[in-house]
């Protein structure tokens, strides 16, 4: 899908005007204050909130229901960023729309991207992926290329979410030496508690291992993997693109030659389509969430998106 050449213009206004906002609202870090630290989105801002807690906030900068894929920059997000010590986020193939900007909205911000990690792991794709393929080659044309075929939404593995936290840990411990001796700690027991809660949910979601469920958004192999679930079938991979004829044909074939009895929709995109799947396939709709739209931001969100997920999980596929 090729964006409209009025599109484009609008979208290069917006950002010549953020650019021209960003020396007004940069500012230097009060003597004795922590520094200035954004992340992008919920999860991520919650375990940054959980490293720096005693000594500062981190600002969130797409909050609720909002989607990273497709997030418009507004000029509060612009003085954050500019303000910013340290920039955490996922990587340009969720943040799409910070993708080119992030360089010259933060010139001064050290940047943590968590799919850029060492010893991060990235499970390698399903075999529904090729039902996909028409949707990436045309993906390509919109500037988001999805060709290595990998999920990005790393931080539904508690293993990936316990080295992200150790490496926000040492990247304030260089901005802010005088208070690194609390970030290590408070890592330290963020990391303890990541490992009680893994520990949880492979317990929780023992019993419903192995059982192919269906969900909107190519989001989820981190979290089956991790837990031994699915295989999880993905009516989607561009979120953004309305669905083909011949996608909504595949899935129904997939949920009857399986025998799927969960569809799962997300609060950032419109249920409609699974609900008119669910009527002629006789399977459930029920809804994951990989952000926590309707959780509270702070250190307590990450491990209540992760149990409300594996409630969802549990409450379909074991019902």
């Known amino acids: 899908m090729t964006k409209s050449p009025a599109r484009q213009t609008g979208s290069k206004v917006l950002v010549a005007f953020l650019l021209f906002l960003v020396p007004l609202f940069a500012r230097p870090t009060p003597a004795g204050a922590a520094p200035e630290v954004v992340a992008t989105i919920p999860p991520l801002h919650s375990l940054a909130a959980g490293v720096m807690a005693g000594a500062g906030a981190p600002h969130l900068l797409v ?30 193939t969720v943040e799409t729309f910070l993708a080119r900007s992030l360089t010259t909205l933060a010139p001064d911000a050290a940047v943590l991207q968590l799919l850029a990690l060492p010893g991060l792991h990235l499970p390698p794709g ?64 963020l990391s303890a508690r990541l490992a009680a809660l893994d520990s949880d949910l492979a317990a929780r979601l023992a019993p419903v291992a192995g059982r192919p469920f269906v969900v909107f958004h190519d989001a989820y192999r981190h979290l089956a993997g991790r837990y031994g679930l699915g295989p999880v079938i993905p009516v989607t991979a561009v979120p953004s693109r309305p ?33 008119a799947i669910a009527r002629d396939t006789g399977a459930t709709v029920a809804r994951l969430d990989p952000l926590g739209a309707a959780l509270t931001p702070g250190p307590g969100l990450y491990g209540a998106l992760m149990r409300a997920n594996a409630a969802a999980l549990t409450g379909c596929l074991d019902g």
Do not use: M
């Not at 074939?253 to 950032?268: H, N, S, T, Y």
């Open 63 to 92: 909050a609720g229901a909002a989607s990273p894929h497709d997030y418009v920059l507004r000029p509060s997000d612009a003085r954050a960023l500019a303000g910013a010590r340290l920039v955490v986020w996922a990587g340009p």
């Open 243 to 275: 669905l083909s004829p011949r996608q909504l044909i595949a899935i129904r074939e997939a949920i009857r030659a399986r025998g799927v009895r969960c569809l799962f929709a997300e609060p950032q995109f419109g249920d409609r389509a699974l609900a």
């Open 126 to 189: 399903e075999a529904e992926a090729d039902a996909h393929e028409d949707e990436k080659e045309e993906d390509k044309h919109d500037g988001h290329d999805h060709d290595d075929d990998r999920d990005p939404h790393a931080w539904l593995d508690p293993a990936n979410a316990r080295l992200l936290t150790a490496a926000i840990a040492a990247a304030l411990a260089r901005i802010d030496p005088a208070n690194a001796d609390l970030y290590r700690k408070n890592a330290t027991e």
